[in-house]
Structures are given as structure tokens and as C-alpha cells.
């Protein structure tokens, strides 16, 4: 007769995944991140963190929750922001709220500057940088098309790139240099992924 103990299940401990979502502009993030709602949509173990951005929200532009600078520096001092940053003359903040899924075992996804990478460490016990990038040549052809800025002022934001750096976090890059959904398929895999609890 075995003297071993009865089998017992023990429940696996869940730790959910920030994950911060990165890249140069032309780089295809909003794009590639709107494919990735789209195709984990309805499933709770993911959520996407919505920012908060002293602007006004645009047509075209980022679904985002909007208020003045005097509101936004509120809301930060009242510790409502998990996330701050300042980039192109706005203020961009992740509301603590956004991230609440972390503690419950979710994968959220947060739309952040590289900025940002260092405090946001601190916040989860697994952090993952997706640095969504594209040649540089590439990256300039995208820009170009939008029509915003003179072609000197193109190659100057594109020298501006600071170095990507982190201390701890597991660092993933996609170059989204592809069709959408190839990019996109690469995206939903990693995320899919990370949503794998006992892998």
C-alpha cells in the first residue's frame, strides 16, 4: 500500500502581464494595437488600458478619455494616475483603475512612451516591452505620407529616437515592416502567449 498522499489540487497562482507598447511615430502602433483589440475581443483575460491625454478627441484619432491640464495635474496629484508622461506639448496619464486586471491575472496592454518604461516596472511583477518598430526608411515614407511635417523635420524626429532601455522588463520587437495582418498576427501571438498562465 503506497504511503504517499492523496492527489490534491492546488490552484495555479496567477500573475497577470503589463504589457507597455512602444515604438518611434510611423511605426504602425495604433494600427497594429486596434487589430489586437479586435481579434481578443470578449476575452476577459485581456484588457486594453485606455489613457487619459489633455486633448480633445479627434476623428481618426485614438479613443481616449480628455481632460484640461489643471484636470489632468488633479487627477495625478490625487494619485488617480498609475502612468505620466509629457510628449508633443500634451500630457498623457494611465489611470491606476486601468490597471487593476494585473492583480487578477489579466494581460493588460498600455500604449506608453519609452519615457515611461522605468517607473512602469514597478508595477507589475511581470513586465513586457513590445517595441513596435520599422526600418527607418520605412518609418520616414509613413511620415511623409501624413503630410505633417517638412522633410527636415522628419529626419530630425527620427535622430531624436532615444535608445531602448529597460532594467528588468523581457523586451519583445515586432517589425511591422508587413502586411497589417501579417504584423498583427505576430502581435496577437505573443499576446496570446503571455496570456498562458502555466507556460
Known sequence: MSSSSPDIAIPAVQTGVLVLVVGPSGAGKDTLMDAARAGLAGDPDYRFARRLITRPAMAGAEDHDSCDEAGFRT????????????????????????????????????????????AAERLAERVVVLNIT?????????????????????????????????????????????????????????????GRHDA
Open 75 to 118: 487627477i495625478e496629484a490625487n494619485g488617480g494616475l498609475a502612468l505620466s508622461w509629457q510628449a508633443h506639448g500634451l500630457s498623457y496619464g494611465i489611470p491606476a483603475l486601468e490597471l487593476s486586471g494585473i492583480g487578477a491575472g489579466a494581460v493588460v496592454i498600455a500604449n506608453v512612451s519609452r519615457r515611461a518604461i522605468a
Open 134 to 194: 520599422a526600418p527607418v526608411a520605412v518609418l520616414a515614407q509613413r511620415l511623409a505620407a501624413r503630410g505633417r511635417e517638412s522633410e527636415a523635420d522628419i529626419a530630425t524626429r527620427l535622430k531624436r529616437e532615444a535608445p531602448l532601455t529597460a532594467e528588468r522588463a523581457e523586451i519583445v520587437t515586432i517589425l511591422n515592416d508587413r502586411s497589417i495582418a501579417e504584423a498583427a498576427e505576430e502581435l496577437l501571438a505573443v499576446l496570446r502567449a503571455l
